[in-house]
């Protein structure tokens, strides 16, 4: 089992910053992918971003690339999501999740990759 816990939401101006965190525990994080999903009000929950752990290869879904970063930290088991020039559109609940990998490039995009998934985080972005 793999716990996901989310943390660093909130409310900001447009073109705003803000970083989310996600703590994971339970298992040795290094032969998984952690994937960021959205879902705002009346939409499916969306891809975001992933990286591998193990090698740190991420991808970006395009409408974030260029303002969106995500990172791990090894040592305190927990991946982030910069979020710059933030837009109203990116307004949604952010969630982690964790997919196992069996390679060192494995950055998958579709949720049902992901076996395990945090609590979800609220981003307002006001205009």
């Known amino acids: 089992q793999v716990q996901l816990v989310e943390s660093g939401g909130g409310l900001v101006q447009a073109g705003g910053s803000l970083r989310l965190s996600c703590a994971a525990s339970?298992?040795?994080?290094?032969?998984?992918?952690m994937g960021w999903f959205r879902q705002a009000p009346g939409k499916e929950r969306e891809f975001v971003t992933a990286?591998?752990?193990?090698?740190?290869?991420?991808i970006y879904e395009s409408s974030v690339r260029g303002r969106f970063t995500s990172s791990r930290d090894n040592r305190k088991n927990t991946g982030y999501l910069q979020m710059n020039s933030l837009k109203p559109e990116d307004t949604a609940v952010y969630y982690c999740a964790a997919s196992h990998q069996t390679t060192t490039w494995g950055t998958p995009r579709e949720k049902n990759e992901y076996e395990y998934w945090g609590q979800g985080t609220q981003v307002t972005v006001s205009s």
């Open positions: 990286i591998n752990w193990s090698s740190g290869i991420t």
């Open positions: 339970g298992r040795t994080f290094s032969n998984y992918a």
